[in-house]
């Protein structure tokens, strides 16, 4: 089985489209086969056989292509050789050239492809192989032999022998037809106005699938990573909070704790606010000492007890408080704890 896979393919139907077979030519091969076994190719191009398409030259208005394609039946209508409903127009633009081809038999030829899969990306009339210039020019081919006159006349004989008698003397040019197909870019491409192409596009996510999957992985990883510092914190807030309603206990024996820290506000306004004996001196020191170290620390302990406040913060956090505290004018000293973390004993009464 051959896997080649062409970068351009151009297959030339028969004008009856009862069969399915077509000619085929790609750039160095061409040969026949039906539609279900045409080379693999890249790009394929339909070519409207010649008794099926005539054309025409005629001056046309400097307008825009879209308002010059609207009146080229009007402008043709006395040199049509079938009716213009009937027919399908191309031109191109800055030319003028008008290409005339069926209309039904383009419309059940590009329905036919479609049952195959094939959506050709240009269709051109096989006269539009042909070169332009001031001679006569003969592409012969062993099924046809397509002419142009010199005036830009375009014509089909069965018979090439007759072009003899015809041409004479005139300056021509013989060519293969085959190798006008394989290597000729044509001017007018006929799928316009109701056979414009349509958006063919469609995404594949194949293309996508491996990063697809490295971004899911690193989402994942990073999605993990924030679960797990944030059930850290979580932990860390729910120490902090139990060790708070234990210092708040502690410092006001028989009072039931509900909210530590509403209630330390509340006995704060009942106090009118700071004070420097008694009860309070916990209350007092302790939120002093909040306020100072502000958030972020890792509290692993807090302990109030003989009118000293206890701090247990990993060895980073410890010297830096310690810092800060006695640059407010607290007393405030160092103790070795577990492996790795320190504890700040602060006196209630050097707060100031």
């Not at 394929?44 to 010649?50: D, G, H, R, W, Y």
């Not at 530590?260 to 209350?283: T, Y």
Request: net charge negative; with cysteine; hydrophobic share 40%.
């Amino acid at each position: 089985m051959n896997d080649h896979i062409h970068t351009l393919l151009r297959i030339l139907p028969a004008c009856d489209l009862a069969t399915t077979e077509v000619r085929w030519f790609t750039e160095q091969a061409s040969g026949s086969a039906t539609l279900s076994a045409l080379p693999r190719a890249q790009r394929i191009e339909l070519i409207v056989p010649a008794a099926l398409s005539n054309i025409y030259i005629a001056a046309l208005p400097k307008q825009s292509l879209a308002r010059r394609y609207k009146l080229l039946p009007h402008l043709l209508e006395d040199r049509l050789l079938s009716p213009a409903a009937t027919l399908h127009f191309g031109l191109k633009d800055q030319s003028n050239k008008i290409i005339a081809v069926e209309r039904k038999w383009l419309e059940r030829c590009l329905s036919l492809l479609a049952e195959h899969q094939i959506t050709p990306s240009a269709a051109w009339s096989l006269y539009d192989f042909l070169p332009e210039g001031t001679h006569w020019c003969i592409a012969l081919d062993q099924q046809a032999c397509l002419v142009r006159t010199p005036e830009g006349q375009y014509s089909q004989f069965e018979d090439a022998s007759i072009l003899d008698g015809l041409i004479g003397d005139a300056p021509r040019e013989d060519l293969i037809l085959a190798d006008l197909i394989q290597h000729t870019e044509p001017g007018t491409n006929l799928l316009q106005g109701d056979f414009a192409q349509r958006s063919q596009w469609q995404f594949d996510w194949k293309t996508l699938q491996t990063p697809a999957l490295s971004l899911s992985a690193i989402f994942a990883v990073v999605l993990l990573g924030q679960i797990g510092d944030w059930w850290q914190l979580r932990s860390t807030k729910l120490a902090l909070q139990r060790e708070m309603r234990q210092t708040y206990a502690a410092a006001f024996p028989g009072e039931p704790v509900f909210d530590p820290i509403l209630q330390l506000q509340s006995k704060l306004r009942e106090g009118g606010g700071l004070s420097s004996n008694g009860a309070g001196d916990s209350l007092d020191l302790l939120l002093q000492v909040a306020n100072i170290a502000g958030s972020g620390l890792q509290l692993e302990q807090l302990e109030y007890a003989n009118g000293s406040l206890s701090l247990e913060l990993p060895d980073s956090q410890a010297s830096s408080l310690q810092t800060q505290l006695k640059g407010a004018g607290l007393s405030a000293e160092t103790q070795a704890a577990t492996t790795g973390r320190m504890k700040i004993l602060i006196r209630a009464q050097a707060v100031k």
